[in-house]
Nanobody, 126 residues
Framework: QVQLVESGGGFVQAGGSLRLSCAAS????????MNWFRQAPGKEREFVAG????????YYADSVKGRFTISRNNAKNTLYLQMNSLKPEDTAVYYC???????????????????WGQGTQVTVSS
């Protein structure tokens, strides 16, 4: 298991950009597939982006493809989400999460992820 802490959320106007960070503790961060999820008020938690533990395979929800970029720096134990061209519908609490076991897995299901951060609020005004 890893411990995760998100940062970088805030208030931005539509069309603006934000960069989220997720700092992980432990020496095994590089072994975990990492995802970003988000949850808007009254809605279920939904997949945003993911990156495998090995190689550079990244995958995105259709709603953010071309606007968001997920990356990781294993030397710094940090996961990132660069969000550009933000829209009001991107408003949500954003969570980073580590897959429940080590390995190069791919999943968009919250139930497959065993470690979660506390979340960071992103608010986009129109």
């Amino acid at each position: 298991q890893v411990q995760l802490v998100e940062s970088g959320g805030g208030f931005v106007q539509a069309g603006g950009s934000l960069r989220l960070s997720c700092a992980a503790s432990g020496r095994t961060f590089s072994s975990y597939t990492m995802n970003w999820f988000r949850q808007a008020p009254g809605k279920e938690r939904e997949f945003v982006a993911g990156i495998k533990s090995i190689g550079s395979t990244r995958y995105y929800a259709d709603s953010v493809k071309g606007r968001f970029t997920i990356s990781r720096n294993n030397a710094k134990n940090t996961l990132y989400l660069q969000m550009n061209s933000l829209k009001p519908e991107d408003t949500a609490v954003y969570y980073c999460a580590a897959y429940r076991i080590q390995g190069p897995f791919v999943s968009t299901l919250p139930s497959d992820f065993g470690s979660w951060g506390q979340g960071t609020q992103v608010t986009v005004s129109s």
